[in-house]
């Protein structure tokens, strides 16, 4: 009778388990225990290398859902002069499209952690907006104002070449053109606030008042614009070719927000 023998499985070497233990090691460091806990009862069923992939496609999905590096990441495909079909490309359809003195085309484009409206015309990107989300911070280390463009308040952060403001029953809002900026001979940087995004105090709500009323009696409102942007921080920033005149429709109204974020 022949005699069947069945080798012993073999076993790992002392590289391997040093080569696993490792790498276990370096996703503990920075993988959050749910995942780890999984991972452990994949490991102990044998099946190391399917754990292994498993950790690194949900450690993609925790950057993707939580990192403001995605959306940096598509802000930097916009710039000024860029062909417009880049907003598509990079945030497919617009949301919300509307026109202002009958010619001016701005579209609205919706992320995760931001909205951007962009004035467009032959084909190119004349001006954005960008109106982040709470938590969002967008890197603008090439604004007028800096990386802190959005934590200071205006007169810490820029010089103003132009200014306007609305006070009206569709949306409060400041805007300014500011001096400065690594591509200043190109485009201008601008910023302001919108009272949707966050709420004044009634000091500075004054402050605005003030402002507004001053622009609208055409009177000298220097001294009113001073003390506006010493008391109040930016909470959307962008870029224009155009003025801001043109540029000041595409800041959202109330209901517009509404209508997008819903």
């Known amino acids: 009778m022949q005699e069947q023998t069945m080798e012993a499985p073999e076993q790992p070497t002392d590289t391997q388990v040093e ?53 940096n990441e598509r802000l930097s495909k916009v710039y000024i002069r860029a062909s417009s079909g880049v907003l598509e490309e990079t945030f497919g359809s617009p949301v919300y499209t509307k026109f202002s003195n009958g010619e001016v085309e701005i579209k609205y484009y919706k992320d995760s952690k931001f909205i951007l409206s962009a004035i467009t015309s032959n084909g190119t990107i004349d001006a954005y907006l960008v109106f982040p989300q709470p938590g969002f911070v967008p890197e603008i280390k090439y604004h007028a104002g800096g990386d802190t463009y959005l934590d200071t308040t205006f007169s810490d952060s820029t010089a103003p070449l132009e200014a306007m403001s609305n006070l009206a029953r569709s949306g409060n809002y400041y805007i300014e053109e500011a001096q400065g900026g690594r591509y200043e001979l190109l485009y201008n940087s601008v910023g302001g606030y919108s009272e949707y995004l966050s709420n004044l105090t009634k000091s500075q ?10 622009l609208m009696m055409e009177e000298d409102s220097s001294s009113a614009l001073v003390s506006l942007r010493q008391q109040i921080n930016p909470n959307f920033y962008g870029y224009s070719a155009v ?20």
């Open 205 to 214: 709500m004054q402050l605005l008042a003030t402002f507004n009323d001053k």
């Open 243 to 262: 003025g801001l005149e043109d540029l000041a429709p595409a800041i959202l109204t109330k209901l517009e927000y509404e209508l997008i974020t819903d």
């Open 19 to 71: 080569t696993e233990q490792d790498l276990l090691d370096k996703l503990r460091e920075k993988t959050p225990n749910p995942i780890l806990a999984i991972m452990a009862l994949i490991i102990a069923a044998g099946q190391f290398n399917d754990a292994i992939d498993m950790t690194g496609k949900a450690w993609d999905l925790l950057v993707s859902n939580f990192s403001d590096a995605p959306s």
